[in-house]
């Protein structure tokens, strides 16, 4: 009985011995690491270049601060949905130079146009592009006069899109307030689907279109049948 007790209590002393060394020696390194740590955003997964970064690609890597990068990011939510501009490996860093703000004019064009839409230039002049007062951001309707027939020819005036983007006017990408007076006004290119790209490379190829610009709180749509010239004849 009595070498029972010995060795349970042994292996008490030994497990207390043991809890206490090991609290020790995790003091120790306490004291050793005085480090501040921070959180910062990682890739999951290789991302390509130009893709759009997704919420299961970002996670979260714990560093310590002295060893941020002031272009890194400690917050997943600034990530997602931005575009990589360069491939970024599995758990680096995303940096704030290497990612774009999708609609950020600062890397041309391409990046304006918004998902599912291309960019279509068309020609247009003082008339046509409303004395250059178009500027990027702006939607417009495009109207045009057409005339049809071989033997016979008619003529119509029809609207042949509605609330259309405004990518640039000329080389201009920006939303500047002084287009009327800069050089090269003389293109709009407009961000269409593909099926709205036809109709108006129809129109402008057969006919002759004007922009109609909208207010930018009028979001409406409708529609407007073909005018023609009886109907223009016959007006009281």
Request: aromatic share 4%; charged share 20%.
């Amino acid at each position: 009985m009595r070498n029972k007790l010995v060795i349970i209590l042994a292996i008490v002393f030994g497990l207390t011995t043991a809890f206490m060394v090991l609290n020790y020696l995790q003091e120790v390194k306490k004291a050793m690491d005085d480090n501040d740590y921070v959180e910062i955003a990682v890739a999951n997964q290789d991302i390509p270049v130009n893709t759009i970064v997704s919420n299961t690609m970002v996670g979260m890597k714990k560093i310590p601060s002295q060893y941020m990068h002031p272009q890194e990011f400690t917050d997943k939510d600034q990530v997602v949905g931005k575009i990589a501009l360069a491939p970024i490996v599995v758990g680096e860093g995303f940096m704030k130079n290497r990612l774009l703000e999708q609609g950020d004019k600062k890397e041309g064009l391409a990046y304006l146009i918004p998902k599912g839409k291309r960019a279509l230039t068309i020609p247009v002049d003082e008339v046509s592009g409303i004395n250059g007062l178009i500027k990027p951001g702006d939607h417009v309707d495009i109207i045009s006069t057409v005339t049809i027939g071989e033997l016979e020819q008619k003529t119509y005036t029809l609207i042949v899109l509605q609330d259309i983007e405004v990518l640039a006017v000329g080389k201009n990408i920006g939303k500047s307030e002084n287009l009327a007076n800069t050089e090269e006004t003389n293109t709009a290119t407009l961000a269409v689907t593909l099926a709205e790209a036809k109709p108006l490379m129809m129109a402008n190829q057969r006919g002759v279109i004007r922009l109609m610009l909208r207010s930018p709180i009028d979001e409406s749509k409708g529609y407007s049948p073909p005018f023609t010239m009886e109907e223009l004849l016959t007006q009281n």
